[in-house]
């Protein structure tokens, strides 16, 4: 069987959890105080460390010394990932087109605001109103935008669905591509959860769980990490896509599963704050991993629309001091590539010319995993958006860019040119 690289028992040893014992080939498993040796070490430290893995679903590569290098693992939804390679592509279903040029990103702040009549906000900024005033200001420019929305406002009640901001604004969507069919609109369908999540979800299996963001405010979210919150949230998204996967102008979905203060999911709010919350409520490595895993099932039903995956550097915090591991993140994203295929885009939110250099393997590593991809920019305040735009289209060779919606402050020269840049970026 072939295998998938995944966790490395060298990631448990750099944080601590895992610590080389002077015996040959031995470890101690701190979780059990149990000496472990041979082979048998990585199915026990896992099997004690999550509680997640079959002693038999854990193989072992090779050994370096007293250090335990490659360690491959098995477990749902790792086990039938040879099978379901393409299936989840859906060989059998044709996906919708992918999105590719320049998309609007749209006000992703209002997620936090109460919409005011019409679905336009109240005060002003953030709504797939404003979002669409902007694109249609700067007609045939846009090959797509993005619908920034909030779970609590398309399912206030547990059960009780209200679209009609997403129906109404579809239809001015449609509107637009027959005055511009040259370059018609595509939608990305971007609904963040976590701090954006209903009253009702936030109390599943307890009362909200208090956060701060890294702007200071105090904000709740609920269990994300938990089977009854995922199996709502997953109810949630299941109706939502027997509404609009078969909507033509929904191109792609965004995974917001596990999300916390950002729609990106890995961009964990781990304040010391919000650790020591969240921690007493249930929150472990162990269960950010599997839910991480398991993101892209919740969307499952959208069978005939890309997903979004959007990556940024794994961060352990059990020890409440936040460790990135490249290596895991790395392999999460070779892992959604492979299991989702072309249905699968990984992005990067915070994409600029000079690259950073703590993001730069991710950078690299959504480029090498190939079609489609995409990259947001970074807050456009003191960047070099000539540099960063050419930058994603001609050296990264990005399928899409996503703007900041600054780019109404653009003179339009500029975005055709920027444009432009992008049409050899095509599959």
């Given at each position: 069987?072939?295998?998938?690289?995944?966790?490395?028992?060298?990631?448990?040893?750099?944080?601590?959890?895992?610590?080389?014992?002077?015996?040959?080939?031995?470890?101690?498993?701190?979780?059990?105080?149990?000496?472990?040796?041979?082979?048998?070490?990585?199915?026990?430290?896992?099997?004690?460390?999550?509680?997640?893995?079959?002693?038999?679903?854990?193989?072992?590569?090779?050994?370096?010394?007293?250090?335990?290098?490659?360690?491959?693992?098995?477990?749902?939804?790792?086990?039938?990932?040879?099978?379901?390679?393409?299936?989840?592509?859906?060989?059998?279903?044709?996906?919708?087109?992918?999105?590719?040029?320049?998309?609007?990103?749209?006000?992703?702040?209002?997620?936090?605001?109460?919409?005011?009549?019409?679905?336009?906000?109240?005060?002003?900024?953030?709504?797939?109103?404003?979002?669409?005033?902007?694109?249609?200001?700067?007609?045939?420019?846009?090959?797509?935008?993005?619908?920034?929305?909030?779970?609590?406002e398309l399912e206030p009640e547990q059960g009780k669905f209200t679209t009609k901001i997403i129906d109404d604004?579809?239809?001015?969507?449609?509107?637009?591509?027959?005055?511009?069919?040259?370059?018609?609109?595509?939608?990305?369908?971007?609904?963040?959860?976590?701090?954006?999540?209903?009253?009702?979800?936030?109390?599943?299996?307890?009362?909200?769980?208090?956060?701060?963001?890294?702007?200071?405010?105090?904000?709740?979210?609920?269990?994300?990490?938990?089977?009854?919150?995922?199996?709502?949230?997953?109810?949630?998204?299941?109706?939502?896509?027997?509404?609009?996967?078969?909507?033509?102008?929904?191109?792609?979905?965004?995974?917001?599963?596990?999300?916390?203060?950002?729609?990106?999911?890995?961009?964990?709010?781990?304040?010391?704050?919000?650790?020591?919350?969240?921690?007493?409520?249930?929150?472990?490595?162990?269960?950010?991993?599997?839910?991480?895993?398991?993101?892209?099932?919740?969307?499952?039903?959208?069978?005939?629309?890309?997903?979004?995956?959007?990556?940024?550097?794994?961060?352990?915090?059990?020890?409440?001091?936040?460790?990135?591991?490249?290596?895991?993140?790395?392999?999460?994203?070779?892992?959604?590539?492979?299991?989702?295929?072309?249905?699968?885009?990984?992005?990067?939110?915070?994409?600029?010319?000079?690259?950073?250099?703590?993001?730069?393997?991710?950078?690299?590593?959504?480029?090498?995993?190939?079609?489609?991809?995409?990259?947001?920019?970074?807050?456009?305040?003191?960047?070099?958006?000539?540099?960063?735009?050419?930058?994603?289209?001609?050296?990264?060779?990005?399928?899409?860019?996503?703007?900041?919606?600054?780019?109404?402050?653009?003179?339009?020269?500029?975005?055709?040119?920027?444009?432009?840049?992008?049409?050899?970026?095509?599959?």
């Open positions: 069987m072939k295998k998938i690289t995944f966790l490395s028992i060298l990631s448990l040893c750099s944080i601590g959890l895992l610590p080389i014992c002077e015996g040959h080939r031995s470890t101690q498993d701190q979780l059990n105080n149990n000496l472990i040796i041979s082979i048998d070490c990585a199915n026990k430290v896992l099997n004690a460390y999550s509680g997640l893995y079959k002693t038999s679903d854990v193989d072992l590569l090779a050994m370096d010394g007293l250090n335990f290098t490659n360690v491959f693992l098995h477990a749902a939804p790792f086990a039938s990932i040879e099978a379901e390679q393409g299936n989840s592509a859906n060989q059998d279903i044709k996906l919708k087109p992918a999105i590719e040029g320049l998309v609007s990103m749209g006000y992703v702040g209002g997620i936090l605001r109460k919409r005011g009549k019409n679905g336009a906000p109240s005060d002003g900024t953030g709504s797939p109103v404003e979002d669409l005033n902007d694109v249609f200001s700067k007609p045939d420019i846009f090959s797509g935008a993005v619908f920034n929305l909030a779970w609590k604004q579809l239809a001015r969507v449609r509107d637009y591509n027959k005055k511009y069919p040259n370059t018609p609109l595509g939608i990305r369908l971007r609904i963040s959860c976590g701090i954006a999540a209903p009253e009702w979800a936030k109390n599943i299996g307890g009362k909200p769980v208090n956060i701060i963001d890294p702007k200071g405010n105090y904000l709740t979210i609920g269990r994300f990490w938990s089977d009854e919150y995922i199996a709502a949230w997953r109810n949630f998204q299941n109706n939502l896509a027997r509404l609009y996967d078969n909507e033509p102008l929904i191109a792609d979905v965004t995974v917001t599963s596990g999300m916390t203060n950002s729609d990106e999911n890995l961009n964990l709010a781990t304040h010391p704050y919000a650790l020591e919350n969240m921690h007493p409520a249930g929150f472990t490595d162990a269960l950010y991993i599997k839910m991480l895993e398991e993101a892209g099932e919740d969307y499952k039903s959208w069978a005939k629309t890309r997903i979004n995956f959007l990556i940024n550097p794994f961060k352990y915090t059990d020890t409440d001091k936040p460790i990135e591991d490249k290596e895991f993140t790395v392999n999460l994203m070779k892992f959604y590539k492979k299991k989702y295929g072309e249905r699968a885009i990984l992005s990067n939110h915070s994409f600029q010319s000079p690259h950073t250099e703590r993001l730069e393997f991710i950078y690299q590593g959504i480029k090498e995993l190939g079609w489609p991809f995409d990259y947001q920019t970074h807050s456009p305040k003191g960047i070099n958006m000539e540099a960063t735009v050419k930058d994603a289209a001609l050296i990264m060779g990005a399928t899409t860019l996503e703007l900041w919606n600054a780019y109404v402050t653009y003179p339009n020269e500029d975005l055709l040119r920027w444009k432009a840049l992008f049409k050899q970026n095509k599959k």
